[in-house]
């Protein structure tokens, strides 16, 4: 509910249809395609940045942008429209070994994301990903995103077209993956506005004219995702190793091009046009996928998302973490008097569900958040609002939601899950990240990791089971590294919180990808802190919680029949307020 006509991204709005906090696929989604770093923090859409290039030496060298779309082309023609089979499904993890998929470029390619995925977010969805991110950083348009595919779990059928194949052998190819020729003939021209051929790997194509230094023949003369790959085709001027080449019978890109007299490619012969066929081909190429999958909506990006909404332990100070992503053009300066608050309920005690009080807290810390190369085309930034609120265990946080004043005289805007309020899913168990423990050793040339995860469970619970489900899918085999479950065990060694009792767990892999759920089973219902990444063990950091900590007398909590709302009372004037009220009132937030 958006109680103000103050728009997040400067001069357009973002609809979301039907989104809900919590929405764990689409959150773990989202931050991946629009942040760009991963469950454990590692920035992999970075490595495209800018249209970087990587390869020794230099004449080798290729835009990792290419070197991803090929990735995902690649993985995706082994699909079979007759019977609906293979697709962009990873299935290019296992099939590397093929001369169809030769380079360094593609073993490179699955190795920047053989670490990212998860139960949320598969190796075949980062792929995916990891075009649209290609596309983008190269100053190519945006290519709307969906995720939900399903990894396979070995290799797919021989698909890819190769140049030494004639022209019915490519339409073929492509008829079988679900083009029309005239979409062969456009997608090819779309993926090769990227990268081009090295002499290495194709030395009948490429010729070596430097000696022993290997090189590199490109497509077109730009870097950018442009249409000079069709210009200079159209104009003669070419130098497409596809085009260009003495033996032509590996001039597959000629004769793709000209199959139907040149009609296609001069009717893409206008930047709109050709950028426009490229986002609609390219969509098609990574929503192609087994006729048993059912990708997702559209992931949008969310111009106010709340992340990291957790009870947590730090400095033996039970505190509630919670972060409000705010978007807007980076064209547009920040509000310099822009003030964002926090609310939230009591879930227990005499004040809960905003019974008379609600509590307030202001003066966050804004945190850097990275953006993707995606993000970054659409020349829109984050800022992050941060609280770190303490907090007992006798009255614990029901729901929140967030108040922003722009501090120019206009209504402030409240983000409260479209009249809902943020509702903190339980706190019969929460993940003590603080006092974790990482251990890592060598067996061999083996890099093991030992974590162990600490978990608070309600000292009054009753419980019939405490385990934490733990996964690792940093490996380039089937299925994931690792696929458990650990029962916690009671940990009196370390000093814990009041109102909580620790239980800990040991999970060791080989892998960097891991992460756990935590579970706790009471009177036959299951509570659990879900999605946890062993990076965040040991990575809260200083502490650094907002102290000024106030209450509204009225309550102002979504779905209440009260709405005004009411000035903030300072923690130190409550005695001259609530004098005559309950004695609670005269006692810390901290009790």
């Not at 290019?92 to 977010?121: C, H, W």
């Not at 609600?358 to 609002?385: D, G, H, K």
């Not at 106030?550 to 300072?570: C, E, F, K, R, Y």
Request: charged content about 15%; some cysteine; proline content about 5%.
């Amino acid at each position: 509910m958006v109680l103000s006509s103050f728009v997040v991204v400067s001069s357009f709005i973002i609809t979301i249809s039907a989104y809900t906090w919590p929405s764990p696929q689409y959150d773990a989604l989202e931050k991946l395609l629009y942040e760009g770093s991963d469950i454990s923090g590692v920035p992999i859409a970075s490595i495209t940045r800018g249209c970087a290039t990587r390869g020794q030496p230099a004449e080798q060298k290729s835009t990792v942008a290419a070197e991803w779309l090929r990735l995902a082309y690649h993985d995706m023609a082994t699909h079979n429209i007759t019977d609906g089979t293979g697709g962009l499904d990873a299935s290019i993890f296992f099939e590397l070994n093929r001369p169809e998929n030769i380079g360094a470029g593609m073993s490179d390619s699955v190795g920047d994301f053989q670490f990212s995925a998860t139960k949320y977010i598969s190796r075949a969805d980062i792929i995916a990903m990891g075009a649209v991110w290609a596309v983008a950083s190269c100053k190519g348009p945006s290519i709307p995103y969906r995720g939900g595919r399903i990894d396979a779990k070995g290799s797919g059928r021989l698909g890819v077209p190769e140049p030494q194949q004639d022209l019915a052998s490519h339409t073929e190819s492509f008829r079988l993956q679900g083009f029309l020729s005239t979409e062969m003939i456009s997608l090819v021209a779309c993926g090769h506005t990227l990268g081009g051929v090295r002499s290495l790997h194709f030395p009948n194509i490429v010729e070596d004219k430097r000696g022993n230094v290997l090189s590199t023949s490109t497509f077109d003369t730009t870097d950018a995702f442009d249409s000079a790959v069709l210009v200079e085709y159209l104009d003669s001027s070419t130098m497409n190793p596809l085009i260009r080449v003495v033996n032509t019978t590996l001039a597959s890109d000629l004769r793709i091009f000209s199959s139907d007299g040149n009609v296609t490619m001069k009717s893409l012969n206008s930047e709109s046009a050709f950028l426009q066929a490229c986002t609609t081909l390219l969509e098609k190429m990574i929503n192609t996928v087994p006729s048993n999958v059912t990708l997702t909506d559209e992931i949008k990006l969310l111009p106010a998302k709340v992340t990291d909404a957790q009870i947590t332990v730090c400095n033996s100070q039970l505190i509630f973490q919670t972060m409000l992503r705010l978007s807007h053009l980076n064209t547009v300066s920040t509000p310099k008097n822009r003030k964002v608050k926090l609310f939230w309920c009591d879930k227990r005690g005499q004040f809960k569900d905003c019974a008379s009080i609600t509590n307030v807290a202001s003066a966050p810390e804004s945190p850097p958040v990275e953006v993707s190369p995606l993000t970054e085309s659409q020349s829109t930034t984050f800022i992050a609002y941060k609280f770190s609120v303490p907090m007992s265990a006798n009255r614990s946080v029901a729901k929140f939601w967030f108040q922003v004043d722009e501090g120019d005289g206009s209504t402030p805007t409240i983000h409260d899950n479209d009249g809902r309020g943020y509702i903190l899913p339980q706190d019969e168990i929460i993940h003590a990240s603080s006092i974790g423990t990482i251990i890592s050793d060598f067996t061999g040339d083996q890099l093991n990791h030992s974590f162990i995860f600490d978990a608070g469970i309600r000292s009054e619970s009753n419980f019939t089971r405490a385990q934490i489900h733990a996964s690792d899918y940093s490996s380039r085999g089937s299925g994931p590294l690792l696929n458990t479950t650990i029962e916690l065990q009671r940990n009196a060694t370390k000093t814990f919180v009041e109102g909580y009792d620790l239980y800990t767990a040991h999970v060791a892999t080989a892998g960097g990808g891991l992460n756990v759920d935590m579970e706790v089973i009471i009177n036959g219902v299951s509570y659990a802190v879900d999605y946890i990444s062993a990076a965040t063990i040991d990575q809260l950091g200083p502490l650094s919680t907002i102290t000024n900590i106030t209450t509204s007398s009225i309550s102002t909590a979504p779905g209440t029949n009260t709405s005004s709302p009411s000035s903030a009372v300072p923690m130190h004037l409550l005695p001259l307020v609530y004098l005559a009220a309950s004695a609670v009132l005269l006692t810390s937030l901290l009790s």
